[in-house]
């Protein structure tokens, strides 16, 4: 694809995982100079080829004078172990990008995502016997979308999956802004190429400037 002058330099942290791969796959695929920013070298190689920008740094040390080289910045951060670091990097991302003219895109979690009857998915899940084990890192995601609404100062966007976010190619789509969405099998499901596809389709033309998107299967 020849964009001539709307190429965008594109950032994306955390390029190795299910979603910043797909992400950074899309971008460089729609012809944009796409930057990996990582923290292994050797797995970064493996899986994003030979030829890729890399960037060596963890989130944390990432700091206003780097990132505003880009004209985007992917935020695919993930810890599933240690949820409240994917909180910690928010406000981290936050603070290094107010009053930038940078945009910086947020993917977020599904928890806060409004179900049929009007509730969050999160009030369901937080209601789940044994739940112990995981239910931080919805939680988490809750307060991440907050502090986000609650931030003027920074060109952020936010996009969350659906229910359930599984690898897989792109296929057909839809968008919502808040709503758990069900597919065509009765499920709420997104894969990652489609996510990608409309992370990519938001930054190419912006939509939902300091506001949360979702994306679905079909």
Do not use: C
């Amino acid at each position: 694809m020849d964009l001539g002058d709307n190429v965008m330099k594109i950032a994306v942290i955390g390029a190795t995982g299910m979603a910043g791969r797909a992400i950074f796959e899309e971008a460089t695929t729609r012809g944009h100079e796409v930057t990996a920013i990582v923290r292994n070298v050797e797995k970064a190689r493996a899986e994003l080829g030979a030829g890729a920008t890399l960037l060596v740094s963890d989130i944390f040390d990432l700091k206003r004078a780097t990132l505003e080289q880009f004209d985007v910045v992917v935020n695919a951060f993930a810890n599933h172990k240690e949820a409240y670091l994917n909180l910690d990097a928010v406000t981290h991302l936050i603070h290094e990008f107010r009053q930038s003219e940078t945009r910086v895109i947020f993917l977020l979690g599904a928890a806060s995502l409004i179900q049929a009857n009007g509730t969050r998915l999160f009030d369901f899940l937080v209601e789940l016997p044994g739940n112990e084990a995981w239910i931080d890192e919805p939680r988490y995601g809750v307060l991440e979308l907050d502090i986000l609404r609650a931030t003027p100062d920074v060109n952020w966007t936010g996009v969350s999956p659906q229910q359930n976010f599984t690898p897989g190619p792109a296929s057909e789509h839809r968008i919502a802004l808040n709503d758990l969405l069900l597919s065509a099998d009765g499920k709420s499901h997104v894969t990652a190429g489609n996510m990608a596809v409309g992370v990519l389709d938001e930054i190419e033309t912006p939509q939902h400037i300091r506001e949360r998107f979702t994306v679905s299967d079909m």
